[in-house]
Every structure is written in structure tokens, then in C-alpha cells.
């Protein structure tokens, strides 16, 4: 029963430095999504894929790619990390492509960028 | 753009008191409305949802009502108890979205006993 499963939990980097962040679902959902969440801010969207093969910005999308081979794993590249893209990250799925359905999300992943 | 707005926090509160957290938003056309809690240390979860005007979302004692005319959804528990102390977040999701949330800034709650 593990549902969306981010790794890792916690990350230190140094500016410049690239990561990716990892994102695995075993529910056979198509939509999957990456946002951050900074104090104050709420969560805002970074990223978003309907399928294999299909992906799309979402509001804060610079600095970071997506690729989307699978439908299980939806993973996000820091390619030169810098201090703002200190936050939490959360990695989300759903079964429904419309805008009523139910969002599953990971623990997160606490990035800090030095 | 579309947007939500919801109540800043903390608020804090005694075991068994009445809960309302307030959220408006600004869309075109007709949204779904959610609340997603989030308890320390854990990803956020769905607490309840309104697809349509006039719904109301209920679960574990929580309720909210997709008010059109005022562009609401506040969130409201008669009794809360410590187990309640969370972040809550009320979230929209445009009329033709792929599944996007648009979320507001989120609302410390904190349940004394």
C-alpha cells in the first residue's frame, strides 16, 4: 500500500550543484504533478504530466525539468540548483484528469540549497 | 488569474471549541473547491471537496459549502479536538483543468486541551 513514494526525504546541496528529486506511484494513475512549498506561499505547481510521454510547465517552472517515461515514475532534475529552490517538494497523483478528483501526495522531499 | 484566499493563522484553539477557517476565491466560469489538512511532518491529504454550487463537503466532523454568490468555501467543525491540529489549505481547481490546484497560503491550526 505505498501509494506516491518520493525519495529523498532530505537533501543538502551546494549552489550549482544537480539533483533530481524521485517520484513513484503504484496506482496506475496517469496525471502526476510536482509542486514546492515555502512558508507563507502555500504550494504552488512546478510541474505536471497526463501521461507517459506528456509533460507541461505549471506556474514555477524555471530552473527545473520533468520527463515522463512511465506511467509509475515522474522524476524532477534540478540541473544548477541556487538558493531559491530551498524548499519542500511534493510529488502528486490522481486517477482523474478532470478537475474533480482527489489528489494523492508524497511526504516530500526537504531540499536545501547552500 | 485565478486565486484563493484564506484566513492567515495560527489560530489556536481549547478542545471542543468551534472551528471556522475562511476561504474566498476568484475563478471564471465554475471551479471544484477543496480542503487538503497536512499534519506535521506528512504530505498533504484530502479533507473534503465541492464540485458544484450549492455542495457541501463533509468528513470527520469537518463541513464546507461551495457558496457561488459569495465565492466561499469556509471550513467549519463544531467541536475540535487536539488531534485536528494541523496546516489546512483550501484549494480551487479551474473548470477544465487537467487536475491543477491552485492553493491558498494555508492556515496553522492548534488544538490546546
Not at chain 2, 33 to 40: E, N
Not at chain 2, 41 to 55: F, H, R, S, V
Amino acid at each position: 500500500n505505498a501509494g506516491v513514494t518520493q525519495t529523498p526525504k532530505f537533501q543538502v546541496l551546494k549552489t550549482g550543484q544537480s539533483m533530481t528529486l524521485q517520484c513513484a506511484q503504484d496506482m496506475n494513475h496517469e496525471y502526476m504533478s510536482w509542486y514546492r512549498q515555502d512558508p507563507g506561499m502555500g504550494l504552488r505547481l512546478i510541474h505536471y504530466s497526463v501521461g507517459a510521454g506528456i509533460t507541461d510547465q505549471g506556474e514555477v517552472p524555471n530552473g527545473y525539468n520533468v520527463s515522463r517515461s512511465t506511467t509509475e515514475d515522474f522524476p524532477l532534475r534540478l540541473l544548477s540548483a541556487a538558493p531559491s529552490q530551498t524548499s519542500v517538494y511534493f510529488c502528486a497523483s490522481s486517477a482523474d484528469r478532470g478537475n474533480t478528483g482527489e489528489l494523492f501526495f508524497g511526504e516530500g522531499s526537504r531540499l536545501t540549497v547552500l | 488569474g485565478d486565486s484563493v484566499t484564506q484566513m492567515e493563522g495560527p489560530v489556536t484553539l481549547s478542545e471542543e471549541a468551534f472551528l471556522t477557517i475562511n476561504c474566498t476565491y476568484t475563478a471564471t466560469g465554475y471551479p471544484s473547491l477543496f480542503w487538503y489538512v497536512q499534519y506535521p511532518g506528512e504530505g498533504l491529504q484530502l479533507l473534503l471537496k465541492a464540485t458544484k454550487a450549492d455542495d457541501k463537503g463533509s468528513n470527520k466532523g469537518f463541513e464546507a459549502t461551495y457558496r457561488k454568490e459569495t465565492t466561499s468555501f469556509h471550513l467549519e467543525k463544531g467541536s475540535v479536538q487536539v488531534s485536528d491540529s494541523a496546516v489546512y489549505f483550501c484549494a480551487l481547481s479551474p473548470r477544465g483543468s487537467q487536475g491543477n490546484l491552485i492553493f491558498g497560503k494555508g492556515t496553522k491550526l492548534s488544538v490546546k486541551p
